[in-house]
């Protein structure tokens, strides 16, 4: 099926530094999105990248896409406490009887203090 | 204004109970989704919902059916609740558009099977 996969499950890093996160999908895409969770609460849009799109700026979040390589990272300048959630990328998916976003598994960033 | 609201937060029942767990949407959006979020954090698509027409993710079992009273809404039934059910269910809205579908999600609903 068409699913992202992150790299690494989990992160941990000191405040300050910056965390990068990868993930890779299977099939062509039109666009690549990443979420963010923080625990027990619902995952929270990010930066939407579009297939065309090789870099894409959000305050301090960089995401890039390789479309030749069916990959994309997420890096987090300057990391905050706040910034301890787990981070999805999602790429749309029509078959298998749903369409609508499809999920990676997730990388679990920990910003210690 | 909470965007997509969901109730219960929190939902502990008994083994083939059946239960009900209500979304809705103030954001005008045409498209509806239930995910699935396992204890690994695996998010899995249930089903999608745009105002007219309802994709089942093949693998749901038929105990699980969405229910739309309106564009702004979509409940979830499940009936006779298994062990295996034990997740949380998100509920989402988007615009629907294939190129730039973004979604916005409820907070969740945890639902744990005794």
């Known amino acids: 099926s068409q699913q992202g996969e992150e790299d690494p499950q989990a992160l941990s890093i000191q405040e300050g530094e910056n965390a990068t996160m990868n993930c890779s999908y299977k099939t062509s895409i039109n666009n690549l999105q990443w979420y963010r969770q923080n625990s027990g609460r619902g995952l929270v849009h990010l930066i939407l990248?579009?297939?065309?799109?090789r870099e894409k700026h959000s305050g301090r979040l960089r995401v890039t896409l390789d479309t030749s390589k069916k990959s994309s990272s997420l890096l987090i300048t300057a990391s905050r406490a706040a910034d301890t959630a787990s981070y999805f990328c999602?790429?749309?998916?029509?078959?298998?009887?749903?369409?609508?976003?499809?999920f990676g598994k997730g990388t679990h960033l920990i910003i210690q203090p | 204004d909470t965007a997509v609201s969901q109730t219960p937060k929190y939902l502990v029942t008994q083994m083939g109970n059946d239960k009900s767990i209500k979304c809705e949407q103030n954001l005008g959006h045409d498209t509806m989704y239930w995910y699935k979020q396992d204890s690994k954090k695996f998010l899995k698509i249930m089903f999608s919902?745009?105002?007219?027409?309802?994709?089942i993710n093949e693998t749901v079992p038929n105990r699980f059916s969405p229910k739309s009273p309106d564009k702004a809404h979509l409940n979830l039934h499940i009936n006779s609740l298994e062990l295996g059910d034990s997740a949380v269910y998100f509920c989402?809205?988007?615009?629907?558009?294939?190129?730039?579908?973004?979604?916005?999600f409820g907070a969740g609903s945890r639902l744990t099977v005794l």
């Open positions: 990248i579009r297939s065309n799109e």
């Open positions: 919902y745009n105002n007219k027409e309802l994709i």
């Open positions: 989402a809205s988007g615009t629907g558009l294939t190129g730039a579908n973004v979604l916005t």
């Open positions: 999602a790429t749309f998916y029509s078959g298998g009887g749903a369409d609508g976003l499809t």
